[in-house]
């Protein structure tokens, strides 16, 4: 199944393909290496209709950071939100977390990817989303676990950190599928299992100092 | 001080001038994204120069993967070897490991946003070192600690995983820098110390099953 980006309402089914084509195309290619001639072939449309739609290449990656993002900070902000216990809450979350990255793999991959670049104006734009997921976080897991350990780390180190951890299955796929063929391939509720409990291991551990 | 990818034996200053710069460039702008002309401008040497000691952008690109990971396979080997516990030697491992990723920033984020691309060249040369880093931590981190604990993470979990928690800092810095003018830096040992407490609260767990 070929994931899909949902555009802005009104949209046609043009501009949902060339943004889906955009995603694929970034994810296995590099933003760089990918030509909008070659994004419209691939898409069916003419170079006219991407400018029409977007203007420039970095449009289409402003919007799929928006998608990935949002879709994200969504799962935080359901699965950490409630009356139930931390490590409850942690478990939740990274599972929903692990399966939205697999059900994303592209815009992962883009968005991770494009992460540590230069350019200004995408800079200030990953720094905004990235500033909200480190504020749920804090709020959600650093704060609570302080609360019993003080040398718990801080949003700035876990917030990336987890995203990391739960990306790099993603990141890793060529060398992980490779290993797999001889051992069988792992799903992602055990993957996710796996990532929560080393968290969990931590935040266990706070909790003893309480 | 800016970082230094050596080549091989028999270097002379134009050939590492232009790796050098290669990694700089495809580091801020991506693979995809810096054309050998800028490159060799860069450099300072002309087209030709770049193509009679590499033939092509690919080439530069397996030489900074080779140098990236022979030399994180190298503190791996070193600082996971010997007769320490367990814990000793992760907490070594991680902490080396965070300050050759600091001291080769530019080659580690070459490296991380090349590994998932799709090109069958670079991919197997990827998998290759990938197994070599994920046999080590199999050999020193998770065979030891299955002992113990039989749902510890298997190495193409742990491998994959440790590597990317560690390289989130340099992948996320952009928005982590933003928030550190607020709240003072964070010095390297430091951030190791948060890694390594996450994953030795993870083995600990396990040594408690024993």
Not at 17 to 30: P, Q, S
């Amino acid at each position: 199944m070929q994931e899909k980006v949902k555009g802005k309402a009104g949209v046609n089914s043009s501009r949902e393909r060339i943004l889906n084509e955009a995603v694929r195309l970034f994810a296995r290619k590099g933003f760089g290496s990918t030509g909008l001639r070659e994004l419209a072939a691939s898409a069916e449309v003419n170079l006219a209709m991407i400018n029409y739609f977007f203007g420039s290449k970095k449009t289409l990656l402003k919007e799929i950071l928006d998608h990935f993002f949002s879709g994200y900070l969504a799962v935080a902000r359901i699965d950490l939100a409630g009356p139930d216990d931390l490590e409850r809450k942690v478990e939740r979350f990274v599972r929903g977390a692990a399966i939205y990255f697999a059900e994303n793999r592209d815009s992962l991959l883009v968005t991770i990817t494009e992460l540590p670049r230069d350019d200004p104006e995408i800079l200030s734009y990953k720094a905004n989303w990235g500033r909200q997921l480190m504020d749920i976080i804090d709020q959600e897991i650093c704060v609570p676990a302080r609360k019993c350990d003080p040398d718990f780390p801080p949003a700035r180190v876990v917030g990336p950190m987890l995203t990391s951890m739960l990306a790099s299955r993603f990141l890793f796929f060529p060398v992980i599928s490779k290993i797999e063929t001889r051992t069988g391939e792992m799903d992602i509720a055990e993957y996710a299992s796996h990532i929560s409990g080393i968290l969990l291991a931590r935040i266990k551990q706070a909790d003893r100092d309480c």
